[in-house]
């Protein structure tokens, strides 16, 4: 049979083409996926116990100690039932909530405790900023329909009070502890309540104490305090949509750690106040700054393209040691939409900003604090009720360079009062 010569080199043209068209292709989209994925030495691929229960594994792909993916905990309360639980009403328990979203979860299971024991009906909260006649109402930040369905069969929830209570001027404030138990109720606030038939309760909570209160509730018979603290406060849905949206922006540019990226609460005015300077004169140091920082990611192994979301208000000269080794360290000003700017982040809506990071903090792939105390307890708690219990914390004390020798005490040591309830 004879051979065209023209018919050979076509076909071996053919040929070659479809080499070249598959190196162009694994050029252009396969090796950048690849390239520069030289396995740093500062992470341990073993996996570490962290209880009988479950294991938390590192590894050093896509430039950094990303954990692998962990089964999400589940609730290990009781719920309770909806049927005859909620008592009649004997009058209204007020409250607010105050200093910023880190201590709501704590003031909300206060007053519902006191409600419950006093079968009085529960009036939602309003907030309350730091500044002076800083006031919203609860739906300007949480869903109301979901803190109610929420409480349903625990305490009966009045979405209105009574208009000649609504003014606050003429209830009786009073001042409880965080963590308020049954006998503080029955001795100090129950015989108040008969004389006054409403009151408003007033939690007082100091820096990160407090964190533990629920460490050794049981669940069958306090789920009231579970559900108040994790399943009550969540955000309405234009904030729920805006914290997505920013997650989903530094997510799209996190192309090279697959779409990762860190939360770090790193703020001016926490630095440099009264309890940093006089923790970093402690034995032990527990407040970092930017260029602290970007030595201790380096040296646990994040590489210079991961994405880092920093809570600083507007960027600060302080950020720039960090930016110089991470390009990719933002805060929220450079990535909020800007249609959504006007409404959130202006001078009277600052207080929008506490929300955004404190929700943006709770959905970051990892958190690291810079300094301790309520805001790393409390968004520690919301991560470990979404399995996402990924959390570093920065040591001086400590010299290793293995990424699992920075988990958080509350994850490592299961310490955190959120596994009373999740399990």
Known sequence: M?????????????????IMLGNMIKRDHIDPL?????????????????SKQSMVKLQELDYGPWRVKSDTLKP???????????????????????RGPEFHASQVANAVAVAKHL???????????????????????????RFVAALKGIVKVDKNAPAELSSNAKLYNMRIPNGVSEDFIASKIEPVFKREKNLKIVTYLYGSSGMNKLAKVDRSSNAHQCLAMYESLKLKKDLQELVDSMSGTLRSISRKTRGRFVAVDL???????????????????????????????IKIGFHSDTTFYVTQTGWSSNLNPLRKVFPNTLTKDAIIPADQKAKFMDLKSSEYGKFIDYYMCVEGDVFI??????????????????????IFLPSKNT?????????????????????????
Request: glycine residues 6%; proline residues 2%.
């Open 2 to 18: 004879a051979f065209d010569i023209r018919q050979v080199m076509a076909a071996f043209l053919t040929f070659s083409m479809f």
């Open 34 to 50: 690849f390239d520069s994925m030289e396995v740093s030495e500062n992470v341990r691929y073993d996996s570490f116990k962290v």
């Open 76 to 98: 290990c309360w009781k719920n309770p039932s909806s049927k005859g639980k909620e008592k009649s009403n004997n009058g209204y328990i007020f409250f607010s909530l105050t």
């Open 119 to 145: 079968g009085a009906t529960l009036v939602i909260p309003d907030i309350r900023g730091t500044k002076l006649g800083d006031k919203r109402q609860f739906g300007e930040i949480y869903d109301v329909d």
């Open 267 to 297: 703020r001016d005015d926490i630095l440099e106040g009264k309890s940093c300077h006089e923790k970093n004169d402690a034995e032990e140091k527990t407040c970092f700054n930017a260029e602290e920082l970007s030595k201790f990611f």
């Open 369 to 390: 604090p810079a300094f301790r105390g309520r805001f790393y307890g409390s968004v520690v708690g919301e991560r470990i009720a979404y399995g996402n219990t990924q």
């Open 399 to 423: 010299s290793s360079e293995s990424a699992v020798d920075y988990i958080s005490p509350y994850v490592s040591k299961k310490s955190h009062v959120a596994y009373s309830c999740y399990c």
